[in-house]
């Protein structure tokens, strides 16, 4: 009875969380082999009281994703000390790796359309590695 | 001569005789006197008639230059051309004595011939033999006798001398008259008929003024020719006559203003007027052509200097210019004519319009006709109001404006016009370098129109959204304007729902900057409570868009509402969405089993009675009931999938209770989409006219058969459903204690906020009446929140007597035991009223006390998780098999991708807010308040 589950959850994180992160995925994802280059953005310098209150605010904000960040890779950390399927634990690991790029990132603090692209990698890693999941559950 | 012959006569040749001799030279004299005089008398009597004629003729007519110089040859020729001629004639052709012999003989022929044979013979050179000077001599004497008694001077060929004498007479003295009496004509005469072919102007008696003699008129329009007297005229006739070619003579009378003005009707092809005013006599050339015309207008726009706008220029096909001009703009106008026609002068008048009244169309007064000011002429009843009421009642209209144009061949221009906020009329006239005026003029009317406000809005979110606080919520917000955007950006004002010492956030950001041609500006917001610090409270968000008319300020759409909730907040939402489902579950489960029960009766009706028309009709009753059930089973398990996956968002529903949702939602996909279609497709197979009664039969009681599974599926998914719930309302025990003790902290930290760093306090101690009204406030907020939060915790108590009985779980048991003996329903209330009473310590004190049992009391059915610990410390006989792992590992992945979304949309509201940065707080911007708490 209990793999129905994991047929019901797959589709549910198909349908509620995937369609999102593939469509954000299309806005932000790096094309493999771009075309054309992306145009660099000039981040304009705080003059006023109120803007350099806001950068501080920007580097505050980014370094508490990047803590939010770290939390998170230990939870893959533990996920992967879990798993056995090699190709599931190859998966969960690039998306470690990934992460740690991502808290660098933020800490640094760097918001910028390279960060989010990594994270977009981090969504479908982990989606790649549910489905690897399910598969192999499907096969045994 | 005879005399140069006479040496040698006196020899051979015979003399006349004395006394003929005589009479012939007497003759002679007599003839060349007669005849110089005749020629000399001619001369001048033929240069006194030319200079006559002229005067004559010049006083009837302008006798023209040739003509007088014709008179003048003619005149002058009797004295150079006819008196040589007549002298030569008459003195030198009749020299000789046998000239005048032959002359006489004209008169008297007999006497002439023998004159002549005198003459002959007294030259006759004969032989001796034949000449006989006696005879010779005989016949001269006979001639001399016979010519004795005669008057040659009978013998003058027409002597006109005395008439030629009387003539010259005549001549001079009319001449003399002409000179001496009308002295101004007589010498003005004199000198044109001298000088022919000077300038000199001929005099007349009437004189008129200078006029042209070439003059354009409009082509088919009546015109009218205008002379006046001269001062100098000695004459002032009370009437004149012209006449336009060969038409009917006009006459004018003389005017008061010493002018005759005639008036022609309208010609289309040129002509010659000749104007005949006493002895006045002046030919003026008319020229009809059409009126000068303008080709293409073009209207200049200038737009305020705040608009930041470039001039714009329109071409004015129609008589309005209207959308393109605002309130404070100028404009100007340019015309070009038609067929090149060169201009001389124009002008432009600008009136003044009523401004139109905005009318509602059910106003009892309202009349379409009346628009635009037009008035109703035909109604004579004196309802004056009705008459005009799209009209303001103002003071009476300024008075028009006019402006010189500027001219440059074939175009003009105006000077700028500054538009206000009334319609304008502009017209346009203008005269062409031939004096020819417009037909009418042109004119514009000009409907300026304010700067509008600009609008603002969000599409893209609802308009009360729930979110968590880690959760980021994207919207569009657009903005118009009819003249340009200058920027748009959004504004949110918090308030907390419940009394809390924090202060409530508000702030605003501005999004995209537009530009003086920019109408319409969008952008998307990213708008994360967490990156800017904004705790769970309802925040009401508004767009803005500011344009460039100066000191509006902003301009805010319609705000949206975004709850932010805490986890135990949105557990509870969920929790009542999840009875909502349950119920309606429930509801579906009783009509299936209705049409269950329906069904089995048409079973019973046996094989034989299934076809007839009542049954058929009630089978096809059952058959729309069966799809109506299918129908709101599937909108049920799309609204527990969408439950389910927000209970996984909130990450505080524990994997149990997941997994029996996500168990009842399977079960209810798997009726909606295929057991209860199977029925469905019984019933109708069952309506099949084509089946046999026995066929018909067999498909009901398949149908009986497959709903009965339905229902006991149906009875599962709704057990399932329960025990999820109850397991949710579990959990929920546990944020609602949590969520009381937290409003109790959240009342205790109010209350120290009121005391200072020293340990004083600005209200303990004193009486409620004394109290600042801020204070009083508060309290009493504090009071109604400590009332609600002991309500709360009456109803967990209650909640969980309930839950009790029917779960029998010891922990709950236990919690509810603990409530009892603490007696917590009347503390809270005795704390409530020492906050009323204005004991400040106390009520701390006890506020502090209570959220901690509170909490430990959550603590009992979610014990804290020691970190230490690995596994799963409950112990019990649930040993997860593998498939559990499966939905474990499936839940942990799930968290994570939420996780790491909420991660990237809140990095990406932080790199809007890192890009818009040269936006915010901008000297000429000046956001109302850029706080954000």
Redesign the interface.
Known sequence: MKPIYLAILAPLAIGNLIPSALAQEDEEAPKPTPAIELPEIKYPDPVTEEQKKSVTKHREGSQNLAGEQDELSADVQDLIEEQTNEKVIALLEEVEEIMAEVIGSLDEPNTSGTTIAAETEIIEKIFEAAKQRAQQNGGT | MPTDQTPKSKEQHAPLPDSLRRQLISFRGRLWRVKVAEAILAGVFGLFFSYLLVFGLDRVWNTPPAVRLAILISGTSLFTLFAPYWIHRWVFGHRREAQLARLIARRFPRLGDRLLGVVELQHQQESNESLSPELRAAAMEAVARQAKGRNFERALPNPRHRTWSLGVLATVAMAAAALFLVPKPGLNALKRWLMPLSNTPRYTFTKISHFNERIIVPRDEPFAITFTLSSESDQRPGSGTARFGIQDPVAAQLQNDQSYSFEFPGQSEPGRVAVNIGDARHSVEVIPQTRPTIQSVQARISYPEYLQLQDKVRELRVGTLSGDVVVGSKVSLEATTLEERELKSGTLTVRVLPKPVPQDLFDDGFDPLLEDGETDEGDDSGNDLREAPALVEEDPPAPPEVFALEISGTRMSSPGIPLGDSPLELQLNWRDTDDLEDVGGHRIRVEPLEDQKPLAYIQGIERQTVILVDDTVSFEILAEDDYGARHIGYEWTGEFTKPTDETPSQGSHILEVGGPNQRRISGVVHFSP????IKPQQLAVRAFVEDYFPERGRVYSEPIILHILTKDEQAQLLKDKFDRIIGELEDAARREQNDFDENRRLEQEGAENLQNDANQERLKQQELNEAENIEKMAELSERM?EL??EA?KNGEVDSDTM?KM??T??QMQELSQQDMPKVEQELNEAQDPSSTPEQSQKDVEEAVEQQEKVIEKMRKAIEGANEANRNFEASTFVNRLRRAASEEDGIANTLIATIDDEGETTIAGTPYDELDPVDQRILGELSMQQRRTASDVHWIYEDLGHFYARTQKEEHKQIMEEMRESNVDSHLDETREKIAANRTFMAITAAKKWAALLRAWADILDPPQDPNEGGDGSGGGDDP???????E?????????????D??A???A??Q???T??L???PDLKPLD?D?Q
Do not use: P, S
């Not at chain 2, 098999?881 to 939905?887: E, S, V």
């Not at chain 2, 968290?895 to 790491?900: A, D, F, S």
């Open positions: 967490k990156t800017r610090n999938e389910l996956g996984l997994q996500a168990e939602m399977q098999g593998l498939d559990d792992n499966d939905f590992f499936m839940l942990k992945v799930m968290k994570l991708i939420q996780t790491e979304q991660i990237r809140r990095t990406r932080l790199e807010l890192r890009r940065l040269h915010q707080d901008l850029t954000e």
